[in-house]
């Protein structure tokens, strides 16, 4: 009876210790994974700096300058490393896909570029898959890419990406490959808008000037946190003030990333809105 107890609790005392050792070992697994995606992560931020120092000169010089080969050496021996450390990181794909197909890089090579760029869409990248749906839409011209690059811009969609929010929000407006739907283009300016797309505040501001409602989809989402723009007294100018207002936001956001464009818009609409003010001075005048 002893010796039953005792291999009993032999027993117990090394399945206790199993589960120890197993709960132990998936702990080390998930640092290890965890370490290599912040090894990763660094290597990315390195390259993503040389990649904005170049992009920051390259206007200035020639495309194949040899002043930045150093930097672009550097940012590709980054992403190549990142990949080692970890290679289910999709921002060191996608951006070392970019060095392939846009940059001079020593030893570049679009099939490997193409190649990068579409397992990172794959694996879920937003900006890969925008890049690729805009690819797509640009180099091929028949359905079967149409379609596969409104695959992977719905996918970036999915994500909020704004420039894949822009751009289907001009499809929509279009009608291009789908049916025309104002309401939806305007849901899609918007939110790229919020993210401070300025090609998508202009779009959105200029729809407003011209007077199209904005769908209840966008004011339930304004109503949220939002104050109210200004309004003004007399009720048959409240509508015409609103879209001012809401149109003014969005040049502004333009503006604010610096497109000159948006800063004209921004012009035009003070002075409509000073047009209107006065117009409202005159017939208050008027009554007295």
């Known amino acids: 009876m002893m010796l039953r107890r005792l291999i009993l609790r032999e027993a117990s005392a090394a399945v206790a210790e199993s589960k120890f050792a197993r709960r132990l070992h998936g702990f080390d697994q998930r640092r290890g994974v965890h370490s290599r995606n912040k090894k990763a992560m660094e290597y990315v931020a390195k390259g993503w700096s040389a990649i904005k120092e170049v992009d920051r000169v390259i206007d200035y010089c020639e495309l194949n300058d040899r002043r930045l080969i150093p930097l672009l050496r550097g940012a590709k021996e980054n992403f190549e490393l990142a990949l080692e450390a970890d290679n289910l990181n999709t921002h060191a794909r996608f951006w070392l896909s970019k060095l392939h197909l846009k940059y001079h890089v020593p030893g570049a090579c679009k099939a490997i570029g193409a190649a990068l760029l579409v397992e990172a869409a794959d694996m879920g990248n937003a900006d890969a898959q925008y890049e690729l749906g805009c690819r797509l839409r640009i180099e091929n011209d028949h359905v079967q890419s149409d379609q596969q690059a409104f695959h992977y811009i719905e996918n970036a969609v999915d994500q909020l990406h704004p420039g894949a929010l822009y751009l289907l929000g001009i499809v929509y407006l279009t009608g291009d490959c789908v049916k025309q739907d104002v309401d939806s283009a305007i849901w899609c300016f918007h939110r790229a808008s919020e993210k401070g797309h300025a090609g998508a505040a202009i779009a959105y501001g200029s729809l407003l000037l011209r007077g199209v409602q904005v769908p209840e989809s ?13 309004r003004v007294r007399r009720k048959q100018k409240i509508a015409e003030m609103d879209q001012l207002e809401m149109a003014k936001e969005q040049f502004q956001i333009a503006a604010r990333a610096g497109c000159d ?25 008027s009554y007295v």
């Open 261 to 285: 464009l948006g800063l004209k818009w921004l012009q035009r609409v003070e002075q409509e809105e000073k047009l209107v003010m006065n117009e409202e001075d005159n017939e208050c005048a």
């Open 218 to 230: 966008v004011t339930r989402l304004n109503s949220v946190g939002v104050s109210p723009p200004k």
